[in-house]
């Protein structure tokens, strides 16, 4: 860890101007499992930052954990950081499918951990389910999405799972040991999940997350409002705000030996990439494409490619923004690819 944490700080003194403003106002401590870091690294992480930048006071500060490594000494060494905003990745309460998944925590651990949280002063806590799992029922994910709402979590994030090439999950879709979920499966849980979170007083906000009023994560509305963002570390990507994303390579071992800039690769965005980048990013969320930020062309092509999709009541336009109807939620994907360019 001292090795990749000097490494990380290399990195911050040499990008640190790669987006104009060297105020934090988000921060988010992820990708992998940051909740195996012992909290003196992390304290040494969060000096380095401090070092480098500058965070303002109400800054939004994220650190991912598993359930079952929040303990209680860990919490006590937290809270001598910066941190203020815990996410767990629960992906369900269901110990047979959490097996089946290869986690290491069952359901009590998730719940234990969410106390464990709030008895050390961590009230921001988010939570990720996972629906569409082989072999979970309807009722399955009702007990799910209860049991997540039941602890007082102000935030929660839900995604139909992915079969993502070179998995174990893929390997065993294509040797036919596992199936997909049923669409129609997939709908009716998704339907739930809308009507579950609106009753507890969630905000549906994008189509994936759910938010407490005043709790959504503004580290992720960045991603979905274009907002110029820097990430550091192997497999880390950045964004200039303009048209250049920035990806590390994810080798570890090379990002570490790196003299100068670590090994990355740069994409550059054309003008349709952008629009196809903007219309995808905005219409996921619940404020939608604000039509006023096109060029007048892109404008005439957006609402040309929405007019279907407006008389089967899938879009609507409110204030000048284009937006996703509760019905048009559930075909999203097919409705931003027409959009798109």
Not at 8 to 24: A, D, G, W
Not at 130 to 142: A, F
Not at 164 to 188: N, P, Y
Request: with cysteine; aromatic share 8%.
């Amino acid at each position: 860890m001292f090795l990749y944490a000097q490494a990380l700080e290399r990195e911050m003194c040499l990008r640190r101007h790669y987006i104009e403003c060297s105020r934090v106002h988000t921060l988010y401590i992820g990708g992998g499992t940051p909740s195996l870091l012992p909290t003196d690294a992390l304290k040494e992480l969060f000096a380095a930052i401090e070092r480098n930048f500058t965070l303002v006071p109400d800054a939004e500060i994220t650190i991912e954990a598993n359930p079952d490594d929040v303990t209680p000494e860990w919490l006590k060494g937290l809270a001598g950081t910066p941190v203020n905003r815990i996410s767990m990745g629960a992906q369900t309460f269901n110990d047979s499918l959490l097996k089946f998944l290869g986690r290491r925590h069952n359901a009590q651990q998730i719940a234990d951990a969410v106390k464990a949280c709030k008895e050390a002063g961590f009230n921001n806590i988010s939570l990720d389910l996972i629906y569409g799992l082989p072999g979970q029922t309807l009722n399955n994910w009702h007990v799910d999405v209860e049991s997540a709402l039941k602890l007082g979590i102000t935030h929660l994030s839900a995604y139909a799972l992915s079969y993502e090439e070179g998995t174990r999950l893929d390997t065993m879709l294509r040797k036919g040991l596992v199936q997909e979920a049923d669409e129609e499966l997939s709908r009716r849980m998704y339907d739930y999940l809308m009507s579950a979170t609106e009753k507890a007083g969630f905000l549906h906000y994008e189509i994936s997350n759910f938010a407490l009023p005043g709790f959504h994560s503004r580290h992720n509305s960045s991603y979905w409002q274009g907002t110029p963002y820097l990430g550091l570390g192997a497999g880390a990507h950045s964004y200039d705000g303009l048209h250049s994303r920035r990806a590390n390579l994810p080798d570890v071992n090379a990002y570490i030996a790196a003299i100068g800039d670590v090994p990355h690769e740069i994409e550059e965005l054309g003008s349709d990439e952008l629009y196809d980048e903007f219309i995808m990013t905005r219409l996921r969320t619940s404020d939608g494409i604000p039509l006023n930020e096109l060029t007048q062309k892109d404008r005439q092509y957006c609402l040309s490619m929405a007019a279907q999709h407006i008389g089967h009541h899938l879009l609507n336009i409110k204030n000048e923004h284009l937006c996703l109807t509760k019905k048009g939620i559930f075909t999203s994907n097919d409705i931003i690819c027409d959009l798109m360019k």
